[in-house]
């Protein structure tokens, strides 16, 4: 499973710290303490004097040892130094007694005697923190170790063996700026001055004992996994097995001679299933069904051994030899024990051990995790979590952070991510005094068991109400922790692009909660698009929401949030799936990053894998070619595959296919036309799921952009789309169409063939009519040759029936938000028909979906003219005659409604609201949106009885209204127009329309 990534070089830090000595062994003639060691490695293509730098250790959280390195001493470019921590325990000792300390051959031109102040060395026990840092005070690598719980003074993990090594990579994140090393391994074989080189050929995956499914015996189907982590082919005709079956007796083995030739290829793998007695008569294609596996037949390797195999119980080594007799690669199982001969730690039935790449520039890899998942051939291994929970610490929450990761774990999670909200928690403006926050990060670190549970701490910041018609975000992977009201919805990304080992996600994007501006991205960037890797998608509304926000230009995975209050987490079968190499936390927040991430809703053992010409889900691809897409859907249980589909831009179903089986593959072959495809999995019980897209991430200069017109005729609106040429060279070929709610052929409306258009030219194409019905989504697709390819870009725009046009949220009396007694909305008919607003209701922020204000009986909008929705609270007594005097109007009953406020939803709409929804009586559906005092539209002062002192600014004069225009972003939101502005109920201007 898995293996050493590559890191762009423009990325990491010139020097980077990667391996420490902090417990040197203590012999006769050597004091503890004696040769301890920094190893420092410059990653440069320029040589590095250590005079300009100096080391920082933290040994508390505000206590620090400072050691200047005073000495010019040059690492070249590429080059190791080994910086020995000369104390008073090193006293006496030379360059030659490290050097026969640990077996090395260091001169003086790759290490440094940097000599401490008396007692001064790396602590062995509590949370250490090293800092390389320059003279100037630029912190430029830090590396930490005993950390696996925050802030400890005991704990001692790291440093359990005498001269044992603590290894560090530098990881790879998506953004740059990071210099905290990652630690790969602990209480490692010491190796000063020599980075890890790696085998050729690693053994990363081991199946010693396989069950007796489908009636074959016990051990039918072990297999050992080989990687060629080499840039070229390896025949494996010229390699050989030894399993050290008594491993008290190192001369004692059985030899498995890989005779036949057997090429595996580059950066690839292949099993070698170990075929015994038992397995006699077996296939591949039963080697592949017992495990669940798609992999091709070529991976599989079938290799008889007779009576012979891997043993389940005690100590056991298997390593590979070349036939020359060159070890390769060696990995050890049930080691560990107090028992070598009766051992069964790793050995659970149809559980496999998982392996990775030494780090001691020996051929011994390292177990990372035994128990898992079998995955023969595969990359990655399926993982199954929640990543949104609460707890006591919401106000509406119950439980603790303890009892909720014990639960998770308990209920069988691989993972779980807390997410309390910030503004809930103590000391939310200052979050380093917040014990609140503190206890969550703690029982993360407690509870967190590698290889078996991974827990994680985060927080949810809620951007609605007065802070922003955005949505909620969780974040993950933080030292730090905001509330809305000091981190805005546009800093917070500055926040996340400057902490680049961070992990966040858009929470359940709807109409209530908020779909952060339509996916508008805050700040213009395009690298923006990646900040956010993570997107909630629990239900079809938010399937919705998760391709508008991929047409948008957003990179982001679906996820499943349980979003639990009540000590109920993963009281269902929803889970967020991660494909991961191993359950940990790093490797867990990798596969996110890495977007290799699907929601599966309804079923928590859904294993599905997504890929296009062998590319996992997430991925971005560059002039891929043809596409060759891959799905597979496994249901381990007996729940059928019903279908799969699998999407492109705008909703596109560019492949389909149904089943009738626990196991499915599609398989399609399709030219490179659209900029991102995703999966959808369904089952016959209801179930679901969603992958994460793969991106062609080609440049495209073609641009579409969408609007809609007022007509004279018979149709309410045309729709208008307009093709831009952003490249050098003129586009050929292009041909635009109109589609009716989706892009079936039957549904098309209309097409225009435009032909060239020169660069940077545009040209418009217009639709002949729309459907009289309105309220109908149009989709667009143009497509035009570029650089001899055929490429389509699409978009949609909603053609609305309704439209709110006007809203007095602060009308005239009163003497506070919650008492304005002539809060208005006005509703424009947008077509040629009229309307009866008795098949409609009105939604204001934040209340229960069910509060709707219903529009009963009859009430008709004639087509294209207003009428207004007065809202009356509870217990008013003013009447329609009351309403004109305040606005100075002649409205008659037929024209305005009166609309009373329920005991649940009776607040006006200056009362903290910040949105209103027309919404359709027979699906809910939203027809019409206006938002106001959001984002910048909102001032915040102080804190009073806990919460800000707030001025509306679009609410501000009493008696005032604001102006809404027709959507320009082709969705239901209204465009605002202007605020604070004398109130004309029932009076619409032609520059609140479609433009004729």
Do not use: C
């Amino acid at each position: 499973m898995g293996g050493a990534d590559s890191v762009s070089a423009s990325a990491v830090p010139q020097v980077i710290i990667t391996e420490m000595v902090p417990q040197p062994n203590k012999s006769p003639t050597d004091p503890t303490d004696s040769y301890e060691y920094i190893e420092l490695h410059n990653t440069g293509s320029s040589s590095v004097d250590l005079a300009d730098y100096r080391l920082k250790v933290w040994t508390t959280p505000t206590t620090s040892q400072t050691w200047d390195i005073t000495a010019s001493k040059t690492i070249p470019a590429g080059g190791v130094m080994v910086v020995w921590v000369y104390n008073v325990y090193a006293a006496g000792l030379t360059l030659a007694d490290f050097n026969a300390h640990y077996g090395v051959s260091l001169t003086t031109a790759n290490s440094y005697i940097l000599t401490v102040p008396g007692t001064e060395r790396l602590p062995n026990t509590g949370v250490q923190k090293v800092v390389l840092a320059r003279d100037t005070g630029e912190e430029v690598s830090i590396a930490k170790y005993n950390d696996a719980v925050f802030n400890n003074t005991d704990r001692w993990e790291d440093t359990a063996i005498a001269d044992g090594g603590i290894v560090y990579e530098y990881p790879e994140y998506e953004f740059p700026g990071n210099i905290t090393m990652r630690k790969i391994a602990s209480n490692q074989k010491a190796t000063p001055g020599a980075l890890p080189s790696y085998p050729n050929i690693w053994i990363t995956e081991l199946m010693p004992n396989s069950s007796a499914g489908g009636g074959s015996p016990n051990d039918a189907y072990e297999y050992i996994e080989l990687y060629n982590n080499s840039s070229s082919s390896i025949d494996l005709a010229g390699y050989k097995f030894q399993w050290y079956y008594n491993t008290a007796s190192p001369s004692t083995y059985v030899t498995w001679d890989l005779w036949a030739n057997h090429t595996l290829p580059a950066k690839s793998r292949i099993v070698v299933w170990l075929q015994r007695t038992e397995s006699a008569g077996k296939t591949i294609a039963d080697f592949k069904n017992h495990y669940d596996v798609y992999v091709e037949d070529s991976v599989i390797y079938p290799f008889e051994t007779a009576a012979q195999g891997l043993a389940n119980t005690g100590k056991k080594s298997l390593a590979l030899y070349t036939d020359g007799g060159t070890e390769v690669s060696r990995v050890t199982y049930n080691d560990g024990t107090s028992n070598d001969t009766t051992a069964t730690v790793d050995t659970a039935e149809d559980k496999s051990i998982v392996y990775s790449y030494p780090v001691d520039n020996t051929t011994n890899m390292r177990k990372v995790a035994s128990s898992q998942y079998a995955t023969p051939g595969e990359t990655y291994n399926w993982f199954y979590g929640d990543v949104h929970g609460h707890t006591e610490y919401d106000t509406y929450g119950k439980g603790t952070p303890a009892q909720a990761y014990k639960d998770t774990k308990d209920r069988g999670a691989d993972f779980f991510f807390l997410s309390e909200h910030g503004e809930e928690l103590d000391h939310r403006t200052d979050y380093p005094q917040s014990e609140e926050w503190r206890d969550i990060r703690l029982q993360a670190d407690l509870h967190n068991f590698p290889s078996t549970y991974s827990s994680f701490p985060g927080f949810e910041i809620a951007y609605n109400h007065n802070t922003g018609y955005y949505g909620h975000l969780n974040v993950f992977n933080t030292e730090w922790f905001y509330e809305r009201y000091n981190k805005s919805f546009p800093s917070l990304f500055d926040e996340l692009r400057a902490t680049p080992e961070a992990v966040a996600q858009f929470n359940h994007p709807e109409d209530h909660f908020g779909e952060f501006n339509d996916f508008t991205n805050p700040d213009g960037d395009p690298l923006t698009y990646d900040l956010i890797p993570l997107i909630e998608v629990r239900t079809d509304r938010q399937f919705e929401y998760f391709k508008r926000g991929l047409d948008k230009g957003w990179h982001f995975a679906p996820t499943f949030g349980g979003d639990d209050h009540a000590a109920n987490w993963l009281s269902t079968k929803s889970r967020t799936v991660v494909l991961a190499e191993s359950n940990t936390r790093d490797s867990i927040l990798d596969a996110m990053r890495k977007r290799r991430v699907y929601s599966s809703y309804g079923d928590a053992d859904l294993r599905v894998n997504f890929k296009i010409n062998g590319a996992e889900m997430g991925s971005k691809l560059t002039s891929p070619g043809t596409l060759n897409i891959d799905v597979t859907a496994v249901n381990p249980t007996a729940d059928n595959i019903s279908k799969i589909t699998v999407y492109s831009n705008n909703g596109r179903v560019v492949a389909s296919q149904t089943f009738s089986s626990r196991k499915a593959r599609l398989t399609a072959s399709l030219p490179p036309q659209y900029g991102y495809y995703f999966a959808r999995v369904e089952q016959s019980d209801g179930d679901w799921a969603v992958t994460a897209p793969i991106w062609i991430v080609d440049p495209m200069p073609m641009e579409l952009s969408m609007g809609n017109r007022q007509t004279t005729g018979a149709a309410p609106v045309q729709v208008e789309a307009t093709v831009h040429n952003n490249g050098v060279s003129a586009l050929t070929n292009v041909v635009v169409k109109f589609f009716k709610d989706s892009f079936d052929p039957a549904n098309e409306i209309g097409v225009t063939t435009l032909s060239s258009i020169a660069a940077s030219g545009s040209a418009t194409a217009v639709t002949a009519q729309v459907p009289a019905s309105a309220g109908v989504k149009i989709l667009v697709q143009a497509t035009a040759t570029i650089d001899g390819v055929s490429r389509t870009i699409s978009n949609s725009v909603i053609v609305p029936e309704l439209l709110i046009t006007e809203l007095a949220g602060n009308s005239p009396g009163g003497t506070g938000p919650d008492v304005d007694e002539f809060d208005f909305i006005e509703v424009y008919n947008n077509t040629k028909n009229a309307i009866n607003l008795g098949d409609y209701a009105i939604r204001y922020d934040y209340t229960d979906e069910n509060d709707k204000l219903d529009v009963t009986g009859s009430f008709v909008i004639p087509a294209q003219s207003a009428k207004v929705l007065w809202l009356r609270l509870p217990g008013s007594t003013k009447t329609l005659a009351d309403f004109n005097a305040a606005y100075n109007t002649s409205l008659t009953a037929s024209d305005a409604y009166i609309l009373n406020a329920t005991s649940r939803q009776n607040k006006a709409l200056n009362g903290n609201a910040t949105w209103v929804q027309l919404v359709r009586d027979s699906n809910d559906s939203v027809v019409s949106m206006a938002v106001y005092n959001e984002g910048t539209s909102a001032e915040y002062g102080p804190i009073v009885d806990g919460e800000h002192v707030i001025s509306f600014l679009d609410t501000t004069l009493d008696g005032s209204s604001i102006v809404y225009g027709s959507p320009l972003d082709g969705t239901y939101k209204m465009s605002k127009l202007s605020t604070n502005q004398p109130p004309t109920p029932g009076s619409v201007l032609s520059s609140q329309l479609p433009p004729s």
